[in-house]
């Protein structure tokens, strides 16, 4: 997402299962999906002005399907990622299918790139959830490295199948 907003930049407040997320949505497509607390939120100035989350009814509804179990992969227009290397990353976390993970190893073999530079991307993943950063885990299996926590990053992960629902897992 671009440091200054746009006149048709714009966000809402929508209530999920994991806290109430911030949608920011440009001319172009989805921008921004961020948790409370989030490590790497861009000033909220950039969000544009507050609208209603119906102006957001498609990524809304996908999003409480998804929690509800309905829903394994998103069908939204996303803003197109700011670097090359940016889009790459969100390609190869498109590809991680529903209730799977993989390694950031993995992932850096697969981009040819090191693992750090996966986790650097992947921390600033700005659609969090739609691309789907929280399929990324350490090569013991530990959860690590989630903007919206850890804790967050579990209970998506259970959600999906790709974790048995037991106490912290990190």
Request: aromatic letters at 8%.
């Amino acid at each position: 997402m671009s440091s200054t907003s746009t006149s048709s930049t714009r966000h809402a407040l929508i209530d999920t299962d994991i806290g109430t997320l911030t949608i920011v949505h440009d001319d172009v497509g989805l921008s921004g999906i961020y948790f409370p607390g989030h490590w790497t939120k861009p000033d909220p100035v950039i969000f544009g002005l507050r609208t209603d989350a119906h102006e957001f009814a498609q990524i809304t509804e996908q999003l409480h399907e998804y929690f509800a179990g309905q829903r394994q992969v998103f069908d939204v227009e996303l803003a197109p990622a700011p670097s090359q290397r940016a889009e790459r990353m969100r390609s190869a976390l498109c590809a991680l299918p529903y209730g799977t993970t993989a390694s950031y190893g993995e992932l850096a073999r697969s981009m040819g790139i090191t693992a750090r530079e996966v986790g650097t991307l992947n921390a600033h993943n700005p659609v969090s959830i739609v691309v789907p950063c929280h399929r990324v885990i350490g090569a013991d299996g530990k959860l690590v490295g989630y903007a919206g926590g850890l804790e967050r990053k579990q209970r998506l992960l259970v959600l999906e199948g790709a974790l048995p629902d037991t106490p912290t897992l990190w």
